[in-house]
């Protein structure tokens, strides 16, 4: 069985560098076999190893990731989550809509400035692949860290759920006409970190900075200090006013810095407990179809030869209202409103009667030609929606302020994010609030995040400034129903866009494969041509 332990980040905080580097990584995708929890399995990995490498830098560097795929039987790209890409939008790694696949054989420079402090992570955005392993932890330090006083030791802990399947079996199993109730793959196990035994070791007296990440493919998860509280500094790269908590509840994609207090006894061991939220909504009355029945309990360790068998009970989860946290700049809500995306999420099925899952009735297809490469080459003819074909075309102009609302009518928890912004979380109500009718006052200091839990037959109101131009996805974070089709584009400041400027290197790989970079979604000149739009999903899965 692989065992990995906690990652070290820099134990002496203070020697974070303060000056712009550039932090220059070369990896190859290649297939490894593992067993994080005890069964053998393909995984994917870099340079022949497994787990997937931690990219760190400070404020400031030049992140640059070559990536050459060896996989040899599927194409690749990766997605840097969090990292909203101000004036690179082509290296935002969404395959289809800001690159096409990486090939086989092929490689791809990926550039990018750190600019945003925080807890990140990095993942494949192509073919289901990050949850067979493609994916690992992306930290950038900040010499200008408000709370680096406030801590001596960095560590990152990441939770997933896992799969003895690979993605593309998981997912043909799943489009499949008799899935008539749109059921997902359901995980085998909970790793953390990776498959570490769980074992955390620990200093008395010492304050820990944890960088809590949620790898998962589709469940959240709770986690829980039993006796320590929790003082939560950040949330997905937003920093926020010190907020205690004894529960937290981590949605697939999201991440939170706390910060913990290791007491001054010896010889203590501190059980914690990581519980996978495989319900449809946890909050839901009827507490007979409530249930945890995947988790986890790690140690905190001071002495090693001690108990490490200590079990943390909870008798019922309250988790912290993430919505109530105030950011640290005390940012106003942004307004007033200049326009407004209104999508409705349920299910639906295709032409073919395959189970997907659709916003404003229509599910989302890829097309011919990746989004970016249309709006840079139709001219002004760019914030003609219908010229992207079926990806859920949605144009802002620059510096607008757009109000996003999203309606989840299904009846489980759905988290939903949005590429290129920590969106303002300006309302969220709990389950079975029924659809947004009206956006109410805004609260004074919106909380702001990339990744938001949009409860059970409720919805969401988001808000951000249209000041990055490029296109974005916005998508539910729980992979299989990205497969399903949950997905929609935002097309922001298309006038910004006409004739951008995209790295010769990701034109190639397109070449390669014989994909068009020009024109609209089928790749006609005249934006209006919808010959060769793909406008029926195809009946075998192949990412």
Sequence with gaps: MYRATLLPLFTLIQAIAVSAA?????????????????????????????????????????????????????????????INQINSNYMDGSVGSSQCPLPPNYSITYSFTADEAGTYWYHSHNMGQYPDGFRGPLVIHDPQDP?????????????????????????????????????????????????????????????????????????????VFNALQMQIIMMDGTYVQKEITNQLHVSPAQRYDLLLTIGSTENLNYP??????????????????????????????????????GTSVVDKFYPLDDTTLVPFDKQSAFGPVSKRWVLTFEYCRDANDYPRACFNGDTFIDQKVPTLY???????????????????????????????????????IHPFHLHGHQFQIIERPKSGKGSWNNTREPPDTPVRRDTVAVFANSYVVLRIIANNPGVFLLHCHIEWHVEMGLTATLIEAPERLVNYTIPQDHFD???????????????????????GFITINPTTYVG
């Design 147 to 223: 709370y680096l006083n406030d801590y001596e030791v960095d560590l990152i802990l990441t939770i997933s759920d896992w799969y003895h399947d690979q993605s593309p079996t998981l997912v043909s199993q799943m489009l499949q006409p008799n899935n008539t109730k749109f059921l997902p793959p359901r995980p085998s196990s909970v790793l953390i970190n990776e498959g570490s035994d769980g074992l955390v070791h620990v200093v008395p007296d010492k304050t820990y900075r944890v960088r809590v990440v949620n790898f998962s493919a589709m469940t959240a998860a709770f986690l």
């Design 272 to 309: 914690f407990l990581v519980a996978l939220d495989t319900n449809a909504d946890y909050t839901a009355k009827n507490a007979s179809t409530v249930g945890f029945h995947t988790n986890f309990t790690g140690q905190l360790v001071t002495d090693p030869n001690g108990n490490l068998d």
């Design 374 to 412: 249309s709006a840079m080459s139709l001219g002004d003819n760019n914030t003609e929606v219908s010229a992207y074909g079926q990806v859920g075309a949605f144009t802002v102009g620059y510096n607008e302020v757009l109000e996003i609302v999203i309606n989840n009518a299904d009846t489980a």
């Design 22 to 82: 550039t932090i220059t990584v070369w990896w190859e995708v290649t297939w490894v076999w593992a067993a994080p929890d005890g069964v053998g399995r393909p995984v994917i990995g870099i340079n022949n190893t497994w787990p997937c490498p931690m990219i760190q830098a400070t404020v400031g560097d030049t992140v640059v990731v070559n990536l050459f795929n060896k996989l040899g039987n599927e194409t690749t790209g990766i997605h840097f989550h969090g």
């Design 509 to 531: 790989i397109c070449q390669a494969q014989g994909i068009p970079t020009t024109g609209n979604a089928a790749g006609n000149d005249l934006w209006y041509d919808t010959d």
